[in-house]
């Protein structure tokens, strides 16, 4: 296990977000977290990078606490890509994603040859090196989020953590950013994914994490979590879930019975 | 397009990147120096710097004009640099020195040690006392507009800021003991730079040199804090540190300018946005064109108030104050379309 995280629970404001949760990742694993808004999905994301401190419990990496790793060499360890990330000045393309190599300069230095090549390998990855010289804020939503998806990689961490990265973006691009970040999970390499689409969270992941109320309710390979039951426990929702040849096609189909959605709709 | 450079070839220095536009600046800056050194109501050569004795041309030079050009490099290199700075760790254009409070706080812990008569005691207070004024307008920023304030958040933390340190100041004019000295708090509080002696810049050097080490060495962080506070914490920066660093390099930078040329506003402020777009938005790339770029305003600055045939001389802080509110007002209604 690269990653370890048993029982936490953190409270914000008097409510508890996560309430017990263990977490473990393996190298070369796709992780999926799905779960409904406000399962506590973010927090536990943030809770494993270090972002957010959780009351009880401890995440380790490879076997040592975060707050034991020295700040420069865990930044180099994870890449984060934050949901939405603001860009505060219209700086070039290249110059945003370079920020992601921030990590390895020694003070007062820009980059060295590697650090360049790592930011052209990432913006080639996502698609992007045509528009190295344009400003930020001049692109399109989509273009915006594959230049910080390029940010994330050129940092060059062996975990890589997303949190809604396709939010947003439309199919093409979905799918050419669950791709990109499939094939970032090799070797040692291992990527944690925060997930709406069931069926994109179903084809490109090789776990599933299902959380609701800041527990986690299930936790195996997508058949395994993405059964009508659980679906109808978790979202309140009737779906229909079909074996394609290229994974499972979850469909929603209705509020079940039970929704606590359902009730509240006025009639 | 570029040639991607082998892998291997070692970091440069970050600096090196802006080199042309650094030089040019470098090169404006020892230009106005000599313009500086040669305005003045009586044509005196040069030469007299290097003179020794008592000759009238070595007096001026060396007792009038030499710290009067010195004090003008090291006020604006500190205003230019900390407005940088302050716009790069609130990622807000509008944050300057003066405008969140800074200035006038640094003014009114100098008001009270020249009104208590510490100075002639013990000259060190004026600095430390500055220094400590605009130390609490910056913690009483943090404290009012938390970590990400938004413009408006920022100028009404710094009116109050403002208003505060004014009242006080106000009060202290208000008790002089004679309309002699009252005029004498209000002049200084215009800002000048006339009549300031070798003495004035050794005072403020030390504090000044410190502040700008501390200001330049966050560079990285403000690149980091583009993308926000938690991006550029994954990205390995202490955040608290950060804004350790760069509340008390603006506090040594902006107090020692203040404690020895009275406040002088919106050279933070004008600097910055004026260079940002050559050197591609970035905040560390900013901080050295900043630096020397308010040098060059205040030495033209400087210059300007000597050559406008005033019956009294112009005050700098006056002069800045009139080509930078204006200036100000039109970034309001530029930054008011962008945020919210």
Excluded at chain 2, 57 to 82: D, H, K, Y
Excluded at chain 2, 224 to 233: N, S
């Amino acid at each position: 296990m690269i990653l370890d995280a048993d029982n936490l629970r953190i409270a914000k404001g008097g409510a508890t977000i996560l309430d017990g949760v263990a977490f473990h990742l393996a190298e070369g694993e796709v992780v999926g977290l799905i779960g409904p808004n406000g399962a506590g999905k973010t927090t536990l994301l943030r809770c494993l990078i270090g972002l957010d401190r959780p009351d009880v419990g401890s995440v380790r990496l490879r076997g040592r606490g975060l707050d034991q790793w020295p700040r420069q060499a865990l930044a180099r360890e994870i890449s984060y890509l934050a949901q939405s990330v603001p860009c505060h000045w219209p700086m070039a393309v290249e110059r945003v994603v370079a920020l992601g190599r921030l990590p390895h300069l020694p003070p007062w230095q820009s980059g060295s040859g590697d650090d360049i090549a790592a930011v052209h390998r990432a913006m080639e990855a996502t698609d992007i090196t045509h528009l190295r010289g344009r400003q930020v804020n001049s692109l399109s939503g989509g273009e915006q989020a594959r230049v910080q998806m390029a940010r994330a990689l050129a940092v060059g961490g062996r975990l890589l953590f997303a949190d809604e990265p396709v939010a947003g973006l439309d199919p093409g691009h979905q799918i050419q950013v669950m791709d990109l970040l499939h094939r970032h999970a090799n070797g040692p390499r291992s990527v944690i994914v925060v997930l709406h689409d069931l069926t994109l969270a179903a084809r490109y992941c090789h776990r599933l994490v299902l959380m609701a109320k800041g527990r986690v309710v299930a936790d195996g390979p997508p058949s395994q979590v993405l059964t009508p039951g659980h679906l109808a426990a978790v979202y309140g929702i009737r779906a229909r879930i079909e074996r394609a040849e290229d994974g499972l096609l979850v469909v929603p189909a209705g509020l079940s019975q039970t929704s606590p959605l359902a009730a509240s709709t006025p009639a | 397009m570029t040639a991607i450079p082998a892998s291997g070839t070692p970091a440069r220095l970050a600096i090196l990147k802006d080199a042309p536009l650094l030089v040019l600046l470098a090169l404006a800056v020892v230009l106005l120096t000599g313009l500086s050194l040669a305005v003045g109501p009586a044509p005196v050569p040069l030469s007299g710097l290097i003179e020794s004795g008592d000759s009238p041309a070595a007096i001026i030079m060396q007792e009038l004009r030499l710290p009067r050009a010195l004090l003008a490099i090291a006020v604006g290199g500190t205003l230019g640099l900390s407005g940088a700075a302050l716009q790069g760790l609130l990622r807000n254009p509008l944050a300057e020195p003066g405008l969140i409070g800074a200035s006038s706080s640094a003014a009114l812990g100098a008001v009270l040690v020249l009104y208590f008569g510490l100075y002639a005691v013990f000259p060190l207070a004026l600095p430390i006392a500055a220094i400590t004024g605009a130390l609490a307008a910056v913690a009483l920023l943090y404290l009012f507009a938390g970590r990400n304030p938004g413009a408006m958040t920022l100028i009404l933390a710094g009116i109050a800021g403002s208003s505060l340190a004014g009242s006080v100041i106000s009060l202290a004019i208000n008790l002089a003991p004679n309309p002699h000295s009252a005029a004498e708090i209000v002049f200084w509080l215009l800002g000048s730079l006339k009549d300031r002696s070798m003495d004035h810049f050794y005072l403020a050097l030390p504090f000044m040199a410190a502040g700008i080490l501390l200001l330049l060495s966050s560079g990285a962080a403000l690149d980091a804090l583009t993308l926000g506070e938690d991006t550029a914490r994954t990205l390995g920066f202490d955040l608290a540190r950060v804004r350790c660093f760069l509340g008390a390099g603006t506090a040594l930078a902006v107090g020692s300018g203040v404690a020895v040329a009275g406040s002088i506003s919106f050279v933070g402020l004008v600097v910055p946005h004026i260079l940002r777009p050559f050197v591609g938005y970035q905040p560390r790339r900013l901080l050295p064109a900043s630096l020397l770029g308010g040098m060059i305003l205040l030495l033209a600055a400087d210059i300007g108030v000597r050559l406008i045939p005033t019956q009294l001389e112009l005050k700098l802080g006056v002069l800045t104050a009139l080509v930078g509110a204006p200036f100000f007002l039109v970034l309001v209604f530029k930054t008011r379309k962008v945020m919210q």
